[in-house]
C-alpha cells in the first residue's frame, strides 16, 4: 500500500527502513526523518504524516531503547551540569 503518494513510498518501504535501522543500530531513535533520509527521500506536503506515523509504529522494531525509557532527572548533576 503507497503510504507517501509524493514520494511514492509504500508501507514495505517504511517497515524495511525501519528494520534496517533497528539492525544497524539496537539504541537509535527512529522517527519520520529518518525513514525518509534513509530511502533516499523527504518529505514533501506532509500530508501522509499520520499514515506514516501510523505505519511506523505497527512495527516491533519501533520500540523505544530500554535504557531511554526512564527519565534522567537528577542525572544533570551526576554529569557535572549545573542544571541551567
Ligand atoms: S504525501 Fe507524503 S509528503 Fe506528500
Not at 517504511?14 to 534513509?38: C, F, L, N, Q, S
Not at 523527504?42 to 499520520?50: I, L, V
Not at 506514516?52 to 520500540?63: C, D, I, K, P, V
Amino acid at each position: 500500500m503507497i503510504v507517501c503518494h509524493c514520494q511514492k513510498i509504500s508501507d514495505h518501504d517504511i517497515h524495511a527502513a525501519v528494520d534496517w535501522m533497528r539492525a544497524a543500530d539496537p539504541e537509535t531513535i527512529i522517527t519520520p526523518g529518518k525513514v525518509y533520509r534513509a530511502l533516499g527521500k523527504r518529505a514533501k506536503c506532509g500530508g501522509c504524516m499520520p499514515l506514516f506515523l501510523s505505519t511506523m509504529r505497527r512495527n516491533a522494531n519501533m520500540e523505544v531503547p530500554a535504557d531511554l525509557r526512564t527519565p534522567v532527572f537528577g542525572k544533570a548533576k551526576e554529569i557535572g551540569h549545573e542544571g541551567r
